[in-house]
């Protein structure tokens, strides 16, 4: 593997529901990219990864993570991480004034 710096212009976008997701890295071994959401905004419920953990960063904003399996909702601003179990469906919801940007990452990648 050679070391590679992608651009936000590089990543691949795309949209789950109303959130904005780039695609910066997927190997075999890891995932990495970011979600932006606008206030109020709520995005897609992903299903969860059967065979790996995710991690999302809080970058900017305040962000509720809702588990909708059991209705569990963590508070996140920035700064915060939270580590995400295996097969766990989850949704993120813009609960502040500004575009709020999460960085996920999952390991092992899901190709």
Do not use: W
Request: proline content about 6%; aromatic content about 8%.
């Amino acid at each position: 593997m050679e070391m590679k710096v992608v651009s936000a212009k590089e990543a691949k976008a795309f949209f789950e529901g109303p959130e904005l997701d780039r695609m910066y890295f997927r190997t075999e071994k890891i995932t990495f990219g970011t979600a932006a959401l606008h206030p109020g905004q709520t995005g897609a419920i992903d299903n969860g990864h059967p065979n790996g953990h995710e991690v999302f960063f809080v970058v900017r904003g305040t962000v509720i993570l809702r588990t909708p399996h059991d209705n569990v909702c963590y508070q996140m601003s920035e700064g915060d991480a939270i580590l995400m179990p295996e097969a766990v469906p989850h949704e993120l919801t813009n609960i502040g004034t500004e575009l709020a940007v999460v960085s996920f990452s999952l390991a092992p990648s899901e190709l």
